[in-house]
């Protein structure tokens, strides 16, 4: 089955405040599609959960079957991998709608630290200082 690797990382200056999302996704056969996208005054945990949005959102377009998401974000991969409920009024319908749209994959995620994300950092932060659409 042919899997692609989505690693995903949102940013806030401030948290509030000008934020943007970076997304790596590599297809089964190692191309790579890099997504920078500016979202406006957000705080980061928002900003995180966008990011894997985008991620799911595009993988649906390219028709991928099976999706493995690397996140640094310890709260959005704890919530949705169920270990910790999602009680924020603020983040309950992003997670609602990433939690629905994974079940059109065989999904799965998983945290990494900060330095093994670097690409999609360095795309979230791109997109805030140029605030790129």
Not at 19 to 38: L, T
Not at 72 to 88: F, I, K, L, N, P
Request: charged share 20%; glycine share 6%.
């Amino acid at each position: 089955m042919s899997v692609f690797v989505a690693h995903v990382d949102g940013g806030s200056h401030g948290s509030p405040g000008p934020s943007g999302i970076g997304v790596v996704i590599q297809d089964p056969q190692g191309e790579k599609i890099r997504i920078s996208k500016w979202i406006g005054h957000q705080d980061n945990n928002v900003a995180e959960y966008v990011a894997l949005l985008e991620a799911l959102q595009h993988a649906l377009r390219l028709k991928a079957k099976v999706l493995r998401v690397f996140s640094d974000s310890q709260v959005v991969v704890r919530q949705m991998t169920g270990e910790y409920a999602c009680r924020s009024p603020r983040l309950y319908s992003l997670h609602w709608t990433c939690r629905k749209l994974a079940r059109s994959f065989d999904f799965s995620i998983f945290h990494i630290e900060r330095e093994h994300n670097s690409e999609a950092n360095q795309l979230a932060h791109h997109a805030v200082r140029n605030r790129l659409q």
